[in-house]
């Protein structure tokens, strides 16, 4: 597999035009393409599911039938028990896909209509029903397939991504298949790696079928993967380095009541080695920001002060949107964007901006919305961001000049020219305060010296894989922010 290929995800069309040139140039014929494709997905069964020995293989009318159609004949070769249910039997196959299927009757197999009780008895579940084309909702009988799939309580196996799903955009069409393994072929489809798609496809296996390193001359990526164990992490520190050499952060926010958003902030940061860390806050929040951690520098008076010494800014978590937070915000946009001072902007600080159609040049800037401040900020729905990650994440840098965190499930980081796709991470992190602690850790970067789309990439995927840590160590249910704290310190240092 070429570890280039694997870091990269493409569009469909990507796919769909270039897969029989490469191909071709790697002396494949399309069919021997195909039964590599479905041994590669019989063999990742095989290796998650050994004891599986019903199997229940659900085919459509497109080359994903195929590719079932094989995984059906391998398995039956291998001594299982073997159910192919056609999703509408009476069509007829075209092309490879018909030699795939005439291959599986050769070889004593048989075609089944749909019967709820097949699947129920299933030892594991072969979704090739619908392939990278399907841009519209799904439709009967493909509806009753994918809906009886997903109430069976055996595994399922999807070929290429899971029907339903988007490739492009990881949306559901309507309903799609919810799989336990996804295994991608060619190259990956950007649809597997944010939102619902990601949800979808379970754990993801890929495999080039051996056509990659041509694939990857004739292609061109929409967005580049990156997790923690490739990500670049801060340099090593001089011997005769001191406190200011580290950086000087203000965390801007706290408003009443909300105090514990900005400490989540402010802490973050501290952990992630920014050198010193001052806090610009309510004045009847400056005693819950900074008691029990006197390493916290609080003030409530003087903002102009506080935003000359330091050499990043984080403002929103907590700020709120009462005239207190519209002076506070005000003054801290006017000067930093006066001064080009970089600024990453989360929480009401981003609700702030939405209101103010005057914003739309924030170079030096990092924006990290949720989908919902995603929403506010292009005037749309969230359904409408969750519909297009990549669309919503490239219109707000567009939009705004700022380099984007779209946060959610393959957190998209997006600047004027490249894509980006978090790979770390998992539910632990929808919890209140995580956003905070992403602010805090990303500004703390800059404050290093780190540029805003480094800081952005690194600061996402250290806050992922922190958050995998803490999953795999305690669960998934009942996580809370500050619980990253140690873990973030750790992983920093480890790089």
């Known amino acids: 597999m070429s570890a280039n290929l694997s870091q990269h995800v493409f569009c469909a069309e990507q796919v769909r035009t270039h897969e029989p040139d490469a191909a071709a140039q790697s002396g494949v014929a399309m069919y021997r393409l195909m039964e590599r494709a479905g041994k590669a997905v019989f063999d990742q069964t095989i290796k998650h599911f050994p004891q599986a020995q019903n199997y229940v293989v659900l085919v459509g009318v497109g080359n994903n039938a195929g590719d079932g159609y094989i995984v059906a004949s391998l398995a039956k070769q291998a001594v299982k028990q073997v159910t192919v249910i056609a999703a509408v039997p009476d069509k007829p196959l075209t092309g490879d896909a018909l030699t795939a299927q005439k291959a599986w009757l050769a070889a004593g197999g048989d075609i089944t209509a749909f019967h709820q009780q097949i699947i129920d008895n299933a030892d594991i579940i072969i979704d090739g029903l619908l392939g990278t084309g399907i841009n519209s909702d799904v439709r009967t009988p493909f509806i009753e397939l994918i809906e009886a799939a997903n109430s069976s309580c055996a595994p399922i196996v999807?070929?290429?991504?899971?029907?339903?799903?988007?490739?492009?955009?990881?949306?559901?069409?309507?309903?799609?298949?919810?799989?336990?393994?996804?295994?991608?072929?060619?190259a990956i489809k950007q649809g597997l790696v944010t939102g619902a798609g990601r949800a979808c496809a379970g754990l993801c296996e890929f495999d080039d079928l051996s056509v990659g390193d041509v694939f990857m001359q004739l292609a061109t990526p929409s967005a580049e993967l990156i997790g923690y164990q490739t990500s670049q992490g801060l340099v090593k520190r001089n011997n005769n380095s001191h406190k200011g050499s580290h950086g000087k952060l203000l965390c801007v926010g706290g408003n009443t009541g909300t105090a514990g958003a900005i400490r989540l902030t402010s802490e973050a940061a501290l952990y992630s080695g920014a050198g010193m860390?001052?806090?610009?806050?309510?004045?009847?929040?400056?005693?819950?920001?900074?008691?029990?951690?006197?390493?916290?520098?609080?003030?409530?008076?003087?903002?102009?002060?506080?935003?000359?010494?330091?050499?990043?800014?984080?403002?929103?978590?907590?700020?709120?949107?009462?005239?207190?937070?519209?002076?506070?915000?005000?003054?801290?946009?006017?000067?930093?964007?006066?001064?080009?001072?970089?600024?990453v902007i989360d929480a009401d600080a981003l609700n702030l901006i939405a209101q103010r159609s005057?914003?739309?040049?924030?170079?030096?800037?990092?924006?990290?919305?949720?989908?919902?401040?995603?929403?506010?900020?292009?005037?749309?729905?969230?359904?409408?961001?969750?519909?297009?990650?990549?669309?919503?994440?490239?219109q707000l840098t567009q939009n705004y000049g700022a380099c984007?965190?779209?946060k959610g499930a393959g957190s998209i980081i997006t600047n004027s020219t490249n894509t980006w796709v978090c790979t770390d991470g998992n539910p632990a992190l929808a919890v209140g305060g995580s956003g905070d602690v992403l602010t805090g850790i990303i500004a703390a970067l800059i404050a290093q010296g780190l540029t805003t789309e480094h800081a952005a990439r690194y600061g996402v995927t250290l806050h992922a894989k922190a958050g995998d840590i803490a999953a795999q160590r305690d669960g998934e249910k009942g996580m809370l922010a500050s619980d990253l704290f140690k873990i973030v310190r750790q992983l920093i240092n480890d790089k």
Not at 299 to 328: E, M, N, R, Y
Not at 368 to 392: K, M, Q, W
């Open 358 to 394: 005057s914003v739309t040049s924030l170079k030096n800037t990092v924006l990290t919305p949720h989908p919902g401040e995603a929403a506010r900020l292009l005037s749309c729905s969230v359904s409408d961001i969750e519909a297009n990650r990549y669309h919503s994440a490239t």
């Open 158 to 186: 999807a070929i290429d991504l899971p029907s339903g799903i988007n490739a492009d955009t990881g949306m559901v069409q309507g309903v799609a298949i919810e799989a336990d393994i996804t295994v991608t072929l060619v």
């Open 277 to 343: 860390v001052k806090v610009y806050t309510h004045p009847e929040s400056v005693l819950a920001v900074s008691i029990g951690r006197s390493e916290l520098m609080v003030t409530a008076t003087d903002l102009i002060t506080a935003l000359k010494w330091a050499s990043c800014v984080a403002i929103g978590p907590g700020l709120g949107q009462d005239a207190w937070s519209t002076t506070t915000f005000e003054t801290v946009m006017q000067y930093c964007c006066t001064y080009n001072k970089p600024l």
């Open 404 to 406: 984007c965190v779209l």
